[in-house]
């Protein structure tokens, strides 16, 4: 007996708050229930339409796939490359890295990031190996070179 009278005062409780959720004065228990499902069927409807677009937007981003942005300076010590990108490029490090030993940079300094987007702040001087003479725009070249060759590799 104690355990009905518990129930009852649980489910009256529950019903109230449903009330209470949705302003519902109403007093018959099955109108309270159906508004509450219906309610639910909404935003059950809702949460579908966000994920399609969620998706849809997703499919946007990855056509949308711009080149790494390049940046090179000269310093006193040398120059200062900047690549930048949206997205995480995974490998492209290797390619930059391999554009500087080719054009025989050292890298004295960098700052990398690779976890949501892709980010290098590198200072490359000369090593006193190699006799050519080297200026931005063919420290430019070299590094966009990497990049495309990169590109290439990763669409495979």
């Known amino acids: 007996m104690v355990s009905r009278i518990h129930k009852r005062t649980a489910m009256y409780r529950n019903l109230q708050l449903l009330r209470s959720i949705r302003y519902s004065h109403s007093p018959p228990k099955a109108s309270v229930l ?3 499902s219906n309610c639910i069927q ?3 409807q809702k949460l579908q339409e966000l994920n399609e677009l969620t998706v849809a937007t997703a499919r946007q981003i990855a056509e949308y796939d711009p080149m790494p942005k390049l940046e090179v300076e000269i310093q006193e010590e040398g120059f200062v490359i900047k690549v930048l990108s949206q997205r995480s490029c995974q490998g492209l490090l290797v390619f930059i890295l391999e554009a500087f030993e080719e054009l025989g940079l050292d890298v004295v300094q960098a700052r990398v990031s690779c976890a949501d987007s892709f980010s290098l702040e590198a200072l490359g001087n000369k090593n006193n190996e190699d ?4 200026d931005a725009q063919l420290v430019e070249e070299v590094v966009s070179k990497a990049i495309q060759n990169w590109r290439e590799v990763a669409q495979i």
């Open 34 to 36: 159906l508004d509450v």
């Open 42 to 44: 909404g935003l059950k």
């Open 131 to 134: 006799s050519r003479a080297l």
